[in-house]
T-cell receptor, first 118, second 112 residues
Framework: AQTVTQSQPEMSVQEAETVTLSCTYDTSESNYYLFWYKQPPSRQMILVIRQEAYKQQNATENRFSVNFQKAAKSFSLKISDSQLGDTAMYFCAFMKSAGRAGSYQLTFGKGTKLSVIP | DVKVTQSSRYLVKRTGEKVFLECVQDMDHENMFWYRQDPGLGLRLIYFSYDVKMKEKGDIPEGYSVSREKKERFSLILESASTNQTSMYLC???????????FGSGTRLTVV
């Protein structure tokens, strides 16, 4: 079974600063997908960024980027120029490559609560 | 945009009641999922379905069942609600080729 570990239950960052959220995972698979989701107080889960394990290049979406270290099984999220709207729970998630349709469910970490301070 | 709609945002039920949580998606997605979210535990998979009338257990299926009679609707059933099922319940759907999930906005269930 895959496990996803987020070692920082809570973090805070000053507005406009940069913050990095950590995530490690454990798997014996070679092909898989990694995700970061954001859940603001509205409770809506929003996809932040996605990384395919076979791609060496780190994914980037505007102010959000990842540092994917496949050998170390590490997948950290960097948020640059933090904004008040970034305040949310952030979940790291793992999905192994699709075999049978039902086999590609997401496994989530326990989450990191990020507060952006004005 | 794909929409996943959960019928109730908040729900209060009594111990021993049979509870139905409904989830509907409008984009013909094959896969649908029910998660439970608790503070400090993240999201845990209860059940999922990859086709009509098909279901598979997730990590914590005890005390729950599901029904998928139509492709767009996936129901979570608590046969006899207990206080330890007080939680946030999230439904999601996914199109097989993309593997991208769309989540509902959650049902916060309180069992008293």
């Amino acid at each position: 079974a895959q496990t996803v570990t987020q070692s920082q239950p809570e973090m805070s960052v000053q507005e406009a600063e940069t913050v990095t959220l950590s995530c490690t995972y454990d798997t014996s698979e070679s092909n898989y997908y990694l995700f970061w989701y954001k859940q603001p107080p509205s409770r809506q889960m929003i996809l932040v960024i996605r990384q395919e394990a076979y791609k060496q290049q780190n994914a980037t979406e505007n102010r959000f980027s990842v540092n994917f270290q496949k050998a170390a099984k590490s997948f950290s999220l960097k948020i640059s120029d933090s904004q008040l709207g970034d305040t949310a729970m952030y979940f790291c998630a793992f999905m192994k490559s699709a075999g049978r349709a039902g086999s590609y469910q997401l496994t989530f970490g326990k989450g990191t609560k990020l507060s952006v301070i004005p | 945009d794909v929409k996943v709609t959960q019928s109730s945002r908040y729900l209060v039920k009594r111990t021993g009641e049979k509870v139905f949580l409904e989830c509907v998606q409008d984009m013909d997605h094959e896969n649908m999922f029910w998660y439970r979210q608790d503070p400090g535990l993240g999201l845990r998979l209860i059940y999922f379905s990859y086709d009509v009338k098909m279901k598979e257990k997730g990590d914590i299926p005890e005390g729950y069942s599901v029904s998928r009679e139509k492709k767009e609707r996936f129901s979570l059933i608590l046969e006899s609600a207990s206080t330890n099922q007080t939680s946030m319940y999230l439904c999601a759907s996914s199109l097989l080729p993309t593997r991208l999930y769309t989540f509902g906005s959650g049902t916060r269930l309180t069992v008293v």
